[in-house]
Structure formats: structure tokens, C-alpha cells
């Protein structure tokens, strides 16, 4: 697999940034994010620490309109 560190814990992998070490892409979380679910929910359901949960805010702030941009075009028309 390829895959290309944006910083410690985010990286850039073959299906979108993605939390390192797991298979948890930033456009899961988004998922959540604009569902308005809560941190600790969202921490819960995907498996994931505070730090690996701030990495993702960070990385979506960042590089909001790309994140945007890449997740209008994953969706149907």
C-alpha cells in the first residue's frame, strides 16, 4: 500500500487521508461530524483516541475546501 504522511497521525493513502494505522478515512468522521454527533460518539464508534480525533479536526480545518470538494465528488449523483 501506498502511503504518504500529511503529519504523525494523519496520512495519505489510496482511498483519501486516513487516520495512521487504520482504515478510518477523513470522510468517515466527516460523516459523523455533519451528522452532529457528539465526540465521545463519535470516539466510540470508530475506535479512536482524542489525539487521533483532534489530528482529523485539524487536518478538515486545513483543508476544508479540498475535504469538501472530494467528498461532493465520492457522492452519487
Do not use: C
Not at 26 to 44: N, P, T
Request: overall charge negative.
Amino acid at each position: 500500500m501506498n502511503t504518504t504522511a500529511v503529519n504523525s497521525l494523519i496520512v495519505e493513502t489510496p482511498r483519501g487521508p486516513s487516520i495512521a494505522g487504520t482504515r478510518i478515512t477523513i470522510y468517515a468522521v466527516m460523516d459523523y461530524l455533519k451528522g452532529d454527533w457528539s465526540r465521545h460518539f463519535i470516539k466510540q464508534m470508530l475506535g479512536i483516541t482524542d489525539e487521533q480525533l483532534d489530528a482529523v479536526l485539524e487536518y478538515i480545518a486545513q483543508h476544508r475546501e479540498e475535504v469538501e470538494r472530494d467528498i461532493a465528488q465520492r457522492l452519487p449523483n
